[in-house]
T-cell receptor, first 115, second 115 residues
Framework: GAVVSQHPSRVICKSGTSVKIECRSL??????MFWYRQFPKQSLMLMAT?????????EQGVEKDKFLINHASLTLSTLTVTSAHPEDSSFYIC???????????FGPGTRLTVT | AQTVTQSQPEMSVQEAETVTLSCTYD???????LFWYKQPPSRQMILVIRQEAYKQQNATENRFSVNFQKAAKSFSLKISDSQLGDTAMYFCAFIPKGGAQKLVFGQGTRLTINP
């Protein structure tokens, strides 16, 4: 399967600051990547679909001005949590889909803690 | 809208036993894919097995097999000869063929394999 990396794996930031999470596709050029959020003991919630070279598509209820997504190249998508607040603390996971196979390969996730 | 339901929040079995995790889904699509993903304590999502809806034969991957009942919209996962390393959250997921390639996840089943 595909290899997807995320950086950082853990980040602690102060309330009001912004945090950038990187998602890299290491062995495949991904035109589409996905960003998920996962609360403890819950399932994954899709936040947005990241499209290379165009604007991301956000799911209903996700604030696009708060969760900025940039997919500037076929191997890198970034999620920036702007003006973070404690309620933004969560586990964020990215994934990529390899076209016709429909399988998604996931990054290892980033644990964000906002103090 | 598509939905995926996992009715067993938690399950626990002894090592070497066989365990079956349930999953039902609701869709009006005729062509789609179903997946089981595993999320161990590391929280890395790992693809366990996938099934294409138009294939009647149940998918198998070593100790993992599925019972796909299309008419009943049921997709259960059987783990044979369970091992301690199978301890994880298991998520059933659905994706329609074509379209936006968004995965729809179930709520998850926490499986514990006891020594």
């Amino acid at each position: 399967g595909a290899v997807v990396s995320q950086h950082p794996s853990r980040v602690i930031c102060k309330s009001g600051t912004s945090v950038k999470i990187e998602c890299r596709s290491l062995d495949f050029q991904a035109t589409t990547m996905f960003w998920y959020r996962q609360f403890p003991k819950q399932s994954l919630m899709l936040m947005a679909t990241s499209n290379e070279g165009s604007k991301a598509t956000y799911e209903q209820g996700v604030e696009k001005d708060k969760f900025l997504i940039n997919h500037a190249s076929l191997t890198l998508s970034t999620l920036t949590v702007t003006s973070a607040h404690p309620e933004d603390s969560s586990f964020y996971i990215c994934s990529q889909s390899q076209g016709t196979s429909y399988e998604q390969y996931f990054g290892p996730g980033t644990r964000l803690t906002v103090t | 809208a598509q939905t995926v339901t996992q009715s067993q929040p938690e399950m626990s079995v002894q090592e070497a036993e066989t365990v079956t995790l349930s999953c039902t889904y609701d869709t009006s699509e005729n062509n789609y894919y179903l997946f089981w993903y595993k999320q161990p304590p590391s929280r890395q999502m790992i693809l366990v097995i996938r099934q294409e809806a138009y294939k009647q034969q149940n998918a198998t991957e070593n100790r993992f097999s599925v019972n796909f009942q299309k008419a009943a919209k049921s997709f259960s996962l059987k783990i044979s000869d369970s091992q301690l390393g199978d301890t994880a959250m298991y998520f059933c997921a659905f994706i329609p063929k074509g379209g936006a390639q968004k995965l729809v996840f179930g709520q998850g089943t926490r499986l514990t394999i006891n020594p």
